[in-house]
C-alpha cells in the first residue's frame, strides 16, 4: 500500500456521552462508505466498532477502537472512545491522535453532564468541531430545543447545514441546506437519492442558507464585503468561508439524523472531508511543538513525511495470546515497518514489528505510514501509553496529556492462593492499557488496593483480569491506614535479664518519648554519657526502639511524630548483646507509650469537588456531615468548585453519594495532605473495630 498524503486525510474523534448512538453513527458512516457491508447493530452486538466481551456484554463502548473508511477520494479515520465520564481517560489520550471531532448529541437525552466535561477538554485543544444530533426519529425529539441546549451548557451557536425531513417516527431524510436537496439514504441501502426541496420545506431552506451565508461572510473581510455588496455568496465562497469558520472554532455546523436508520449521513461526511483540517492543514497553521530530551530546547515539527519521524501513542493493547499493540499517531515524518525507532520518553531504542491499519478489530498489515496516519504497531516492549516515539537522530518528546486520577479504591484479596501471581501480574498490563487504574500494596495495612474512577471502572478491570488472566478476586473497603502518636513527655526502663547455662542475655536502657510536630515522623537521639551503655549497642537499641513503633498501645497501629532519646542504662561485661539491648529498648518504649497519652491519627485529603451551581449547597452541607472542613469556594462557568479537607475514613463511598446529589453533573479528586488526631467520641469505636478485625484474621 503506498502512503495516503496528508492532505487527503481526515482524523476524527468521536465525541459523546453514553447511550446516544455513536457507535450506531460510526457504524452507518462505515456502511455508508462502503467499508462494511451491512449495517450492524449495537443491541445485537453486531458492530465494527465494539467487539471485546465487556462491550457485547454491557452494549456500551468500554475502550477506544479505530474505524477506517474512505469517501470523495479521502481518508477518514475515526477514533471512538467510550462516552462514559468514568474512562475520561481514554477520550482524553483520543484527542491527542485527532486533528477534529464529531460531538454526538441525543435529540432524546440532550446535553449531560460527562459531555460537557469533554468538551472543555476539546475547546483547550482547539479541535473544530461538527455536531450531529442523533435520534430524530424518537418521539418528541426536537432539533431547536438541542440547539438551545447547546448554546446553554457548551457555549456554542450552532449553525444548522441540514435539517429533518419529517418528524419522530415519520423521518423520512434530511434537507441538505449547502445543497439544497433532500438525501433519503436508508438502512436497507447507503444508495444516495438527491432529490428537489420539497414545497413545504422552501421557506425553512432558505431560511437556513442565508444564516449559512451570513457565518460564511463573517469568516473572512473579503466575503463579508462581496455578502454585503451583494447579499449573495457565490456556492464556492460559502465553501470557503464555512471551511475558514469551522478550523478557526467559530463556526460549529450542525447536522440533523438518526444513525440507526442511517438518515443525515451523507451530508456529515461531506462535511468531514470539506470542512475539517488535514493534518497537514493543521500544522501549517500551527507546528506541532515538542522538547529536546536532552537540552529541553523547543523543536518543531510539521505534517509532511519530509519531516523527521515523531509520533505519539495514545493506546495501549495487551493480550495474553497476541501480545501487545500500540495504537500510534504518526505526527511528521515516515515509519517502516521493522525499523528501529526511539523512544524518547523513556531514553530507550524500540525495534518496531509490523505496522497495521485497524477497522475494529481487523487487523491490515501495511509496510509503511506517514505523517498524519494512525496506525497499530506490534511488540514494542517498553512503550507505555502517552510515550513519544522518534528518529533518534532528531529527537523530540512531545508533552503527556494531564489525566484524572482515581478517586475509588477496593481492597482486593485473591480467592485462592493460586491467583496471587496473576493478580499482580494482570493488573500491571492492564495499568499499562489503561493508565487512570492504580494498583498498590498499602506498607501498613498490607492490602492490595485498586483505584479507579467509578464502580464501573474498577468493575471493568475485575472482568478483564477474569477474562484475559483467569484470576477471580473478592472486593471489600479497604482499611484505613490510622497512626498512633504521644501528647506528653514519658520516661521508662527498658531491661532485659536472662540466665540460662552458660552465657546469658542482659540489656537495660532508660529512653524519654517527646512528641514532635506533625509530619515530623521519627528522631532518635543518643544521650548517654560515661559509658553507661557501651557505643556499639545504641543501634540495637535505635533498632529495638523502630521494631516496637510498628505497634502502638492504642489499637497496634504504627506510631509516628516522636522523638525517642536514650539517656541512660547498664550493660554485663559478658552477658549483653545487641540482641539484648534491642529487646530492652523494645520494652522501654512501649513501656514510656502508656504513660504518653498516647492518641489516635488519621489521614486527612485535599478534596476538590466540582459541581453545577444549583447543586452547590447539597454538595457543602454533604461534606460538612462528612466532618469536613470547606477551603474555599470558587466560580467556573457554570460550575464551581469547592475545595475542602476531609478525613480518609468519610470518603470510602463518596464517589456513589456525589453522584445522588449532583444527579450524576459532579466530580472530584482528592490526594493525602496530613494526619489529624481522630475525635475523642470516635476513637473507641474505631478501636473496638480494630480489635474485632485483628481476631477474626487470626481465627
Known amino acids: 500500500m503506498s502512503q495516503v498524503s496528508a492532505e487527503s486525510l481526515r482524523n476524527?474523534?468521536?465525541?459523546?456521552?453514553?447511550?446516544?448512538?455513536?457507535?450506531?453513527?460510526?457504524?452507518?458512516?462505515?456502511?455508508?462508505?462502503?467499508?462494511?457491508?451491512?449495517?450492524?447493530?449495537?443491541?445485537?452486538?453486531?458492530?465494527?466498532?465494539?467487539?471485546?466481551?465487556?462491550?457485547?456484554?454491557?452494549?456500551?463502548?468500554?475502550?477506544?477502537?479505530?474505524?477506517?473508511?474512505?469517501?470523495?477520494?479521502?481518508?477518514?479515520?475515526?477514533?471512538?472512545?467510550?462516552?462514559?465520564?468514568?474512562?475520561?481517560?481514554?477520550?482524553?489520550?483520543?484527542?491527542?491522535?485527532?486533528?477534529a471531532v464529531v460531538l454526538i448529541v441525543g435529540a432524546s437525552s440532550g446535553v449531560r453532564s460527562e459531555l460537557i466535561r469533554v468538551w472543555s477538554r476539546v475547546r483547550e485543544l482547539g479541535l473544530p468541531?461538527?455536531?450531529?444530533?442523533?435520534?430524530?426519529?424518537?418521539?418528541?425529539?426536537?432539533?431547536?430545543?438541542?440547539?438551545?441546549?447547546?448554546?446553554?451548557?457548551?457555549?456554542?451557536?450552532?449553525?444548522?447545514?441540514?435539517?429533518?425531513?419529517g418528524t419522530g417516527a415519520q423521518l423520512e431524510g434530511v434537507l441538505d441546506i449547502l445543497q439544497q436537496s433532500v438525501i433519503?439514504?436508508?438502512?436497507?441501502?447507503?444508495?444516495?437519492?438527491?432529490l428537489p426541496i420539497p414545497e413545504n420545506a422552501k421557506t425553512a431552506v432558505g431560511e437556513a442558507r442565508r444564516r449559512m451565508q451570513e457565518g460564511a461572510a463573517e469568516c473572512d473581510d473579503a466575503l463579508l464585503e462581496q455578502y454585503?455588496?451583494?447579499?449573495?455568496?457565490?456556492?464556492?465562497?460559502?465553501?470557503?468561508?464555512?471551511?475558514?469558520?469551522?478550523?478557526?472554532?467559530?463556526?460549529?455546523?450542525?447536522?440533523?439524523?438518526?444513525?440507526?436508520?442511517?438518515i443525515g449521513i451523507v451530508p456529515l461526511l461531506n462535511a468531514i472531508v470539506e470542512f475539517l483540517p488535514s493534518p497537514m492543514d493543521r500544522t501549517a497553521r500551527t507546528p506541532l511543538e515538542g522538547l529536546h530530551p536532552s537540552t529541553g530546547e523547543a523543536v518543531t515539527r510539521r505534517a509532511i513525511h519530509e519531516d523527521s519521524f515523531s509520533g505519539i501513542v495514545f493506546k495501549t493493547l495487551i493480550d495474553p495470546f497476541v501480545g501487545r499493540l500500540s495504537y500510534l499517531r504518526i505526527l511528521s515524518g515516515l515509519l517502516h515497518a521493522d525499523s528501529t525507532v526511539f523512544n524518547s520518553s523513556r531514553?530507550?531504542?524500540?525495534?518496531?514489528?509490523?505496522?497495521?491499519?485497524?477497522?475494529?478489530?481487523?487487523?491490515t498489515?501495511?509496510?509503511?505510514?506517514?505523517?498524519?496516519?494512525?496506525?497499530?504497531?506490534?511488540?514494542?516492549?517498553?512503550?507505555?501509553?502517552?510515550?513519544?516515539?522518534?528518529?533518534?537522530?532528531?529527537?523530540?518528546?512531545?508533552?503527556?496529556?494531564?489525566?484524572?486520577?482515581?478517586?475509588?479504591?477496593?481492597?482486593?484479596?485473591?480467592?485462592s492462593n493460586a491467583d496471587i501471581e496473576k493478580i499482580s501480574l494482570g493488573l500491571h498490563k492492564l495499568i499499562e492499557e489503561d493508565p487512570t487504574l492504580e494498583f498498590s500494596r498499602h506498607p501498613d495495612t498490607k492490602e492490595m488496593v485498586l483505584s479507579g474512577m467509578s464502580q464501573l471502572h474498577i468493575d471493568l478491570a475485575l472482568e478483564k483480569l477474569r477474562r484475559k488472566y483467569g484470576a477471580e478476586v473478592v472486593l471489600h473497603m479497604p482499611k484505613i491506614p490510622y497512626r498512633e502518636t504521644i501528647r506528653t513527655m514519658a520516661q521508662a526502663q527498658g531491661k532485659y535479664k536472662k540466665q540460662t547455662g552458660g552465657h546469658g542475655q542482659y540489656g537495660d536502657c532508660w529512653l524519654e518519648l517527646t512528641p514532635l510536630l506533625r509530619g515530623e515522623g521519627f528522631k532518635f537521639e543518643n544521650k548517654v554519657v560515661g559509658g553507661a551503655i557501651p557505643r556499639n549497642f545504641i543501634p540495637a537499641v535505635e533498632k529495638g526502639v523502630v521494631e516496637a513503633?510498628?505497634?502502638?498501645?492504642?489499637?497496634?497501629?504504627?506510631?509516628?511524630?516522636?522523638?525517642?532519646?536514650?539517656?541512660?542504662?547498664?550493660?554485663?561485661?559478658?552477658?549483653?548483646?545487641?540482641?539484648?539491648?534491642?529487646?530492652?529498648?523494645?520494652?522501654?518504649?512501649?513501656?514510656?507509650?502508656?504513660?504518653?497519652?498516647?492518641?489516635?491519627?488519621?489521614?486527612i485529603m485535599t478534596v476538590e469537588v466540582e459541581a453545577p451551581a444549583d447543586h452547590i449547597g447539597s454538595v457543602i452541607g454533604d461534606l460538612n456531615a462528612r466532618r469536613g472542613r470547606i477551603l474555599h469556594v470558587e466560580a467556573k462557568d457554570q460550575t464551581e468548585q469547592i475545595t475542602a479537607l476531609v478525613p480518609m475514613a468519610e470518603l470510602l463511598t463518596y464517589a456513589t453519594a456525589l453522584n445522588?446529589?449532583?444527579?450524576?453533573?459532579?466530580?472530584?479528586?482528592?490526594?493525602?495532605?496530613?494526619?489529624?488526631?481522630?475525635?475523642?467520641?470516635?476513637?473507641?469505636?474505631?478501636?473496638?473495630?480494630?480489635?474485632?478485625?485483628?481476631?477474626?484474621?487470626?481465627?
Not at 143 to 149: K, Q, R, S
Not at 236 to 260: H, N
Not at 664 to 686: C, H, K, N, T
Open 12 to 99: 476524527v474523534a468521536m465525541i459523546s456521552s453514553v447511550g446516544v448512538g455513536k457507535t450506531s453513527l460510526a457504524e452507518a458512516m462505515l456502511y455508508t462508505t462502503g467499508a462494511v457491508p451491512h449495517l450492524g447493530s449495537v443491541a445485537q452486538g453486531t458492530t465494527v466498532s465494539d467487539f471485546e466481551p465487556e462491550e457485547l456484554h454491557r452494549r456500551n463502548s468500554v475502550s477506544t477502537s479505530l474505524l477506517r473508511c474512505s469517501w470523495n477520494h479521502t481518508t477518514i479515520n475515526l477514533v471512538d472512545p467510550p462516552g462514559a465520564l468514568s474512562l475520561l481517560g481514554e477520550t482524553i489520550m483520543a484527542l491527542r491522535a485527532v486533528d
Open 129 to 165: 468541531c461538527l455536531l450531529f444530533v442523533n435520534e430524530l426519529d424518537k418521539d418528541g425529539a426536537s432539533l431547536d430545543g438541542i440547539a438551545a441546549m447547546c448554546h446553554r451548557d457548551l457555549g456554542i451557536m450552532p449553525l444548522p447545514m441540514s435539517l429533518p425531513l
Open 184 to 194: 433519503t439514504s436508508r438502512k436497507e441501502s447507503p444508495v444516495i437519492q438527491p
Open 228 to 262: 454585503l455588496a451583494s447579499g449573495e455568496l457565490t456556492q464556492e465562497d460559502m465553501m470557503k468561508g464555512l471551511r475558514l469558520g469551522v478550523q478557526a472554532g467559530t463556526i460549529i455546523p450542525l447536522y440533523a439524523g438518526s444513525a440507526i436508520k442511517n
Open 347 to 363: 531514553n530507550s531504542k524500540e525495534k518496531s514489528g509490523h505496522l497495521y491499519t485497524l477497522l475494529g478489530k481487523k487487523h
Open 365 to 415: 498489515v501495511v509496510p509503511s505510514a506517514g505523517a498524519g496516519e494512525i496506525v497499530a504497531i506490534g511488540k514494542l516492549k517498553d512503550t507505555q501509553t502517552g510515550d513519544t516515539l522518534c528518529d533518534e537522530h532528531a529527537p523530540i518528546c512531545y508533552p503527556k496529556p494531564m489525566l484524572p486520577r482515581p478517586v475509588l479504591s477496593f481492597a482486593i484479596e485473591p480467592k
Open 549 to 603: 513503633m510498628h505497634h502502638g498501645s492504642l489499637a497496634g497501629f504504627p506510631v509516628v511524630d516522636c522523638r525517642v532519646v536514650v539517656y541512660d542504662g547498664s550493660y554485663h561485661a559478658v552477658d549483653s548483646s545487641e540482641m539484648a539491648f534491642k529487646i530492652a529498648a523494645s520494652m522501654g518504649f512501649k513501656k514510656a507509650l502508656e504513660t504518653a497519652h498516647p492518641v489516635l491519627l488519621e489521614p
Open 660 to 699: 445522588s446529589l449532583t444527579a450524576g453533573q459532579g466530580s472530584y479528586a482528592m490526594e493525602f495532605s496530613r494526619y489529624d488526631e481522630v475525635p475523642r467520641e470516635l476513637v473507641v469505636r474505631i478501636i473496638e473495630a480494630h480489635k474485632v478485625e485483628t481476631h477474626s484474621a487470626a481465627h
